[in-house]
């Protein structure tokens, strides 16, 4: 019996406390709000992330994405058509993910979290869909006297997986996929990227255009005569 008073005296204790600190909370409300402002003004305090999440779901839901996607491949059209003409080998570069195929459905799933694993067995599946402007972009060239190079930050493993996913979803056909390198363990995708440019210009292409969803796509050398950076707010590979 002790013990249960003693039990019930102590919850009431801390009812209390917690109740009064609430209403001297209630009381200087307005007050402690303009000292917290004044605090996160002085120090900065970033963007809130469900307010960022938000605003890249809208980025999507409104259309915004697509037509921000539609309007760079339309300036890489204009580039490819120039050099349509050029006399010689000629290819262009693309990367994968999030360029030549759309993982926004699992990315909007996992609420922008990245887990490799998930990410792995959603590649597997192999059901993204294109993006249509790359693919329209990509069967132009392959068409038209280009050569159509991929260049993926996914592993050589993954090669059955992902060259199957590309034709799924209306890839006429490419010259090669070059693959992340098994071994691979570089800071940067732009490392390995960069390499395997250079293998293609060291068969004697001129890379006329090449596109990607990150700036590590386009870093480094050899250059392609004309670059062009898709949008993608919701991550970033260095
Ligand atoms: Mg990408």
Redesign the pocket.
């Given at each position: 019996m002790k013990i249960r008073w003693l039990c019930r005296t102590l919850l009431m204790l801390i009812s209390v406390g917690v109740l009064g600190s609430f209403s001297d909370s209630v009381a200087q409300g307005s007050e402690k709000i303009t000292t917290s402002l004044k605090c996160a003004t002085r120090y900065q305090e970033p963007e809130n992330l469900y307010d960022f999440k938000k605003r890249v779901k809208e980025y999507q839901d409104n259309g915004s994405w697509d037509k921000t996607n539609a309007c760079v491949v339309q300036e890489a059209f204009k580039a490819l058509k120039k050099y349509e003409s050029m006399p010689g080998k000629k290819a262009i570069v693309s990367?994968?993910?999030?360029?030549a195929l759309n993982n926004r459905p699992i990315i909007f799933k996992q609420d922008f979290g990245y887990v490799r694993d998930i990410y792995r067995d959603w590649e597997i599946l192999g059901q993204s869909i294109a993006i249509e402007p790359v693919r329209a972009l990509c069967n132009y060239a392959f068409t038209h006297g280009f050569a159509v190079f991929f260049i993926t930050?996914r592993r050589e493993d993954q090669r059955t997986t992902t060259e199957n996913n590309l034709r799924r979803a209306g890839y006429l056909g490419w010259t090669h996929v070059y693959f992340k390198p098994m071994d691979f363990e570089g800071s940067s995708a732009a490392e390995f990227k960069r390499k395997w440019r250079q293998e293609i210009v060291d068969q004697g292409y001129t890379i006329v255009v090449n596109i990607?969803?990150?700036k590590s796509?386009l870093e480094g050398e050899p250059q392609a005569l004309s670059n062009f950076k898709l949008s993608n707010p919701a991550y970033l590979?260095p």
């Open positions: 990367d994968i993910d999030d360029t930050g990607g969803d990150q796509d590979i």
